[in-house]
């Protein structure tokens, strides 16, 4: 049964970090796009940041650019968030996705990712 389970949210103060994780069971993410989305009350779910099958290419929306850093560790199945100079518009309930995706070198957020995790809440808050 393929599983993503994200780990590492909690409460921040404005202008700390977090890192995120999303550990893979089930399957060998290296054949996988990952994306990284996020749902704040009231909102809908917008993507964050995405990464390639091979690592070698990351996508950041604009509202966490210069800030959040996607990576990914194939060899432990798992991919991070690791968020800077959090603000309080970056709470919200994050989630990993993964997607199958044939072109090892490319990420984008712009297409259906079928397997999701089940979310860890991030406060940015003092």
């Known amino acids: 049964q393929l599983q993503l389970v994200e780990s590492g949210g909690g409460l921040a103060q404005p202008g700390g970090s977090l890192r995120l994780s999303c550990a893979a069971s089930?399957?060998?993410?290296?054949?996988?796009?990952i994306g990284w989305f996020r749902q704040a009350p009231g909102k809908e779910r917008e993507g964050v940041s995405c990464i390639s099958r091979s690592g070698g290419s990351t996508n950041n929306a604009d509202s966490v650019k210069g800030r959040f850093i996607i990576s990914r560790d194939n060899a432990k199945n798992t991919v991070y968030l690791q968020m800077n100079s959090l603000k309080p518009e970056d709470t919200a309930v994050y989630y990993c996705a993964a997607v199958p995706f044939i072109i090892q070198s490319i990420c984008t957020l712009g297409v259906k990712y079928r397997t999701w995790g089940q979310g860890t809440q991030v406060t940015v808050s003092s």
């Open positions: 089930g399957f060998s993410l290296d054949s996988y796009m």
